[in-house]
């Protein structure tokens, strides 16, 4: 596609409760990337994914967050057991390869408000 | 502390107003610093990209610019279309390309 794009664009969901969050990369774009934007806040890294594998997910604050790239394009991004805390925007990115100086391709972000 | 910060955090500017935000980082080995913009609702929407202290680079009304420790987002005779969240990512070298973002600062341009 032309542009990195994001499904659903909001979800409102119960505390308690599992979410599927799922980024769709540029065509092509072998490195994806998830953040976390709250409020009044720059976006906060997550997960790095090269490929199929995740490369780095430090970021990924404990282990009811998962995220999954099977074929090396689309990623979907997974909450067990959602927390009032976890509302945020989540943003997807995409580069071409991962190394270098490469830029950053953001999606438009999916709001998730938790109950 | 915060390695990457932004000031001011909101800015209002009269249309033709020009004016500068900054970015200043903490960290050493810099081996990029990206400017990006963030309309509501939206992802940030790449605009430059500066690699070592003394480079500039433009586009339309914006200059971004880079010394040691501070990079300078310049808006020559803003428009309303410009207001926006501006937000500054560093990254650094020895491997990780995992930026770190500012906060950002809020611009409204008013007519």
């Known amino acids: 596609g032309a542009g990195v794009s994001q499904t659903p664009s909001n979800k409102v969901t119960e505390k308690g409760k599992y979410v599927e969050l799922r980024c769709d990369p540029i065509?092509?774009?072998?490195?994806l990337y998830w953040y976390r934007q709250s409020l009044g806040q720059g976006p906060e890294f997550l997960i790095y994914?090269?490929?199929?594998?995740?490369?780095?997910d430090s970021g990924l604050p404990n282990d009811r967050f998962f995220a999954v790239r099977p074929e090396g394009s689309v990623s979907t991004l997974k909450i067990q057991r959602t927390e009032r805390g976890d509302s945020a925007v989540y943003l997807c990115a995409s580069s071409l390869t991962g190394g270098g100086d490469e830029t950053q391709y953001f999606g438009p972000g999916t709001r998730l408000l938790v109950l | 502390e915060d390695q990457v910060t932004q000031s001011p955090e909101a800015l209002r500017l009269q249309e033709g107003e020009s004016s500068s935000l900054n970015c200043s980082y903490t960290?050493?080995?810099?081996?990029?610093l990206f400017w990006y913009r963030q309309d509501p609702g939206k992802g940030p929407e790449f605009l430059f990209t500066l690699y070592s202290a003394g480079e500039e680079k433009e586009k339309e009304r914006l200059k971004a610019t880079l010394t040691k420790k501070e990079s300078f987002l310049h808006i020559t005779a803003p428009k309303p279309e410009d207001s926006a969240t501006y937000l500054c990512a560093v990254r650094l070298s020895g491997g990780s390309y995992i930026p770190t973002f500012g906060r950002g600062t809020s611009l409204i341009v008013h007519p």
């Open positions: 960290v050493s080995g810099l081996r990029g």
């Open positions: 994914f090269q490929g199929t594998g995740a490369a780095d």
């Open positions: 065509s092509g774009h072998t490195a």
